[in-house]
């Protein structure tokens, strides 16, 4: 019975990765940089300091979105987070501190029944989850980075995404109010999903709905996603260790051979042929390349990878989009970590790193 369970457990956490738990990641970021107005005569700002709730995915397709294709539909996700406004001046490309939000808790998942098994399993974590943006101006993004850190023992793993707007990105202002109409006492998004948000108490902001892509959900009678946020009086931005830098590795001695450790991840390119033209970025401290591989990318059909970008817009939350074209791909492999980069002239503009 002990090695029946472990094979479950071991099936379950190959198909609860954390690079395919990035949509509930952004939805939790797009919901902790909401600033809010206290509806007083200084119209004080606040920001969220805690986040709990759940997200029921009843559908094939939520479930499918989380990379959990081998479960029956029902899993159950619970989350537990504080929230806190974080800076840093240890940026080495930075021209201007970046800030941003981290997110640190307990995420746990019950209710996992594999398709072709018995039984249910739940995975229980600690997680920490780092969102930092770099500013030109008030409303231009220069850089963004993400660090999704899961604690769980031996499946433990770490993700961390760079990206490069070039041109900077528009940061639009008041996107959350302008995507959000009054019904009745609560206010309710106007396209997409079915969103509501509402007022629970003083300070306390419930945001439940719709997940994507979800058939007869009305976020009343039936509700697949259930948050609670705790509101507090904005607060100085802590300032944390950065540890996202990025280096151009020497691969001239790596032979080119296969690199498996990100994953499918090339396949969100529009990828030509292969390429000796190796750009190998990955995180500083990488050590003993094993195997690296390069395509290079179409100028003209590149699709742009925006995930879940549609459903935060239509609810007015902050969502990344990045289109690459004309570049080249590379990905490097060493004992216990892998990266893929996307680089235009030899520039880095998309990195993604898995340890």
Aim: hydrophobic share 35%; charged share 25%.
């Amino acid at each position: 019975m002990q090695a029946i369970s472990e094979h479950i457990g071991e099936q379950a956490m190959k198909y609860f990765r954390p690079a395919e738990i990035l949509v509930v990641f952004l939805v939790l970021f797009s919901t902790a940089s909401l600033e809010f107005k206290d509806e007083k005569e200084d119209f004080e700002l606040l920001e969220v300091e805690s986040i709990e709730g759940t997200l029921d995915l009843k559908t094939r397709s939520s479930m499918d979105s989380l990379g959990l294709n081998d479960f029956k539909p029902g899993a159950l996700v619970e989350l537990n987070l504080n929230v806190d406004s974080i800076t840093s001046d240890q940026c080495q490309i930075c021209e201007n501190n970046p800030v941003g939000v981290l997110l640190s808790g307990e995420v746990n998942v019950s209710g996992l029944r594999p398709i072709d098994s018995g039984g249910q399993i739940r995975i229980e974590g600690n997680l920490n989850v780092t969102h930092m943006q770099e500013f030109s101006s008030k409303d231009m993004i220069i850089r963004e980075w993400l660090t999704i850190d899961w604690d769980l023992d031996e499946f433990s793993a770490q993700w961390d995404i760079f990206i490069e707007h070039n041109p900077p990105k528009w940061s639009l202002d008041n996107r959350y109010d302008a995507s959000l109409v009054d019904s009745g006492d609560v206010k309710k998004s106007r396209v997409g999903p079915v969103i509501y948000l509402e007022e629970i108490i003083e300070n306390s902001i419930n945001i439940h709905g719709c997940m994507p892509n979800s058939l007869n959900c009305d976020g009343i009678n039936r509700e697949e996603m259930n948050l609670s946020t705790k509101l507090t009086t904005q607060r100085e931005p802590t300032n944390v260790e950065f540890t996202s830098n990025w280096a151009n590795y020497d691969v001239t001695n790596v032979n080119d051979s296969n690199t498996e450790n990100i994953g499918d991840i090339r396949n969100l390119f529009v990828t030509e042929d292969s390429t000796t033209n190796h750009n190998a970025f990955c995180l500083e401290g990488i050590e003993n390349i094993e195997s690296v591989q390069s395509w290079n990318i179409s100028g003209e059909t590149s699709s742009s990878i925006s995930p879940m970008g549609l459903w935060l817009s239509s609810i007015g939350l902050p969502s990344s989009s990045f289109t690459p074209t004309g570049g080249i791909w590379t990905e490097i492999d060493s004992e216990d970590a892998g990266c893929g980069a996307f680089s235009k002239d030899g520039e880095l503009y998309l990195g993604i790193s898995k340890s």
